[in-house]
């Protein structure tokens, strides 16, 4: 095996452990009902989403390996009012996105072992179980085993999805019901508007996340003990962010093709939504892979679990750290066991209450996650972009021009459709 070789082995992790986060709710949930609802109507929102997101999420990484701190601490640099505005934003946002994630997850679980059928109120139960193992598991093991299980998981999800893609289209789409109307995308009450905003937020998935990237990149140099190269750094994100890209429009032709126009409609709960969307892999693999289409779409909502509480936890106890915590412990690499432990059980708590509440409309807290994470977009962007000028990171590190282009155009999209969102909400 030459050294080359090896050193990408070494860096291979977080760019997949990223793809894995994303996969989730914006890919399995948002883009198979954007097929189902609308057909390829919204396909260009899907790939417009993925583009102009593109370098903000990239910026993470890049940040990380050129300093050998996070994109957090860069936060700070540009002043304590940002570290606190992310803080805020980290708290305001990270109960429902979780909750979200969280309820998917423990959907597929309840459609994998039937405990609705059993027991009274399976979605909660199922919830506590999910929720239990998963801050277990990253207080045991931490990034070394949530990087272990990600691999097998999204190499089980990848296989079977692009399997029951290629399958769909030799079959073709469903037949229409007869007198079927595609929908109107912006209609008066502005439905599709509220969904097209929902579907981009997450797509492939919230903006203030690219602090994650920094996190993981930095945990697997800890890790390994190997320092990559920016390339290396850059080439795991970028396998990882267009791997997940791909899926999204795979997710959203399995809708198109098995559910849009023929009557069916997405269920509302969690663990019939599960169903039906393993029903949409088993009506083109065939009725004998539901258990292994039920097993691999619950692990891949599991790793999500896993990325989410993870991210947060590690976005927060960084934040903590350097907001609370005298400046001279701030210096050190993040890795305060008793902060990372009290995040989790913050997140966990917090997020179980949201479902708690919420969670009887699986669509509404999806919704409601994606919109929030939508529109504090573009003061993430702004920042990221900024915190990768000369001024921050060493010139042989900057993006190139065709980055800084795409960035501006980014941030031009993410704010326009803002905009144009709360202008909407305001004059109804």
């Excluded at 989403?49 to 994109?71: D, H, M, Q």
Aim: charged share 10%; proline share 3%; glycine share 10%.
């Amino acid at each position: 095996m030459s050294a080359k070789y090896q050193n990408l082995l070494k860096t291979l992790g977080p760019g997949i452990l990223f793809a894995s986060t994303a996969i989730g709710v914006s890919h399995m949930v948002q883009s198979t009902r954007a097929g189902a609802n609308f057909g390829f109507m919204l396909v260009w929102a899907v790939i417009a989403a993925n583009l102009f997101k593109y370098p903000f999420f990239e910026y993470g990484s890049r940040y990380a390996n050129a300093t050998g701190t996070s994109i957090i601490d860069g936060y700070k640099k540009i002043g304590n009012w940002m570290l606190w505005l992310y803080f805020f934003i980290t708290i305001g946002s990270m109960f429902f996105v979780t909750a979200a994630v969280g309820a998917v997850a423990a959907g597929f679980l309840d459609n994998l072992f039937g405990i609705s059928t059993i027991v009274e109120n399976g979605t909660m139960v199922t919830t506590i179980i999910l929720f239990s193992v998963c801050v277990g598991i990253l207080l045991s093991g931490k990034y070394g085993a949530l990087d272990s299980l990600i691999k097998i998981i999204g190499a089980v999800l990848l296989i079977s999805t692009l399997l029951a893609f290629f399958l769909v289209l030799f079959r073709g789409p469903e037949p229409k019901m007869e007198g079927f109307i595609p929908p109107v995308i912006f209609d008066d009450k502005g439905v599709g508007l509220a969904f097209i905003i929902a579907l981009m937020g997450w797509m492939p998935t919230a903006v203030d996340l690219s602090a994650w990237n920094s996190l993981w990149t930095l945990a697997r140099i800890k890790q390994t003990g190997y320092k990559p190269t920016l390339r290396e750094t850059l080439w795991d994100f970028n396998f990882g962010y267009w791997v997940s890209a791909l899926l999204s429009l795979c997710f959203v032709t399995l809708g198109a093709y098995l559910i849009f126009g023929t009557g069916k409609i997405m269920p509302d709960k969690g663990h019939l939504f599960a169903h039906e969307i393993v029903e949409l892999y088993t009506a083109t693999i065939g009725q004998w892979s539901y258990i292994v289409i039920a097993a691999a779409g619950f692990s891949i909502m599991f790793g999500t679990s896993m990325g989410v509480f993870d991210g947060y936890a590690r976005a927060l106890e960084r934040t903590s750290e350097l907001l609370f915590l005298p400046k001279k412990e701030t210096q050190k690499a993040s890795g305060n066991k008793k902060l990372y432990a009290g995040s989790l059980l913050l997140v966990g708590i917090g997020s179980f209450l949201i479902i708690l509440f919420f969670g009887k409309s699986l669509k509404f807290l999806v919704d409601l996650a994606t919109t929030i994470s939508f529109l504090i977009a573009p003061i993430i962007a702004i920042v990221n972009f900024r915190l990768v000028s000369k001024k921050y990171i060493s010139n042989d590190a900057t993006p190139p021009l065709w980055m800084r282009i795409l960035s501006w155009a980014g941030i031009v999209f993410l704010s326009g459709f803002s905009l144009f969102f709360l202008f909407h909400l305001i004059s109804k």
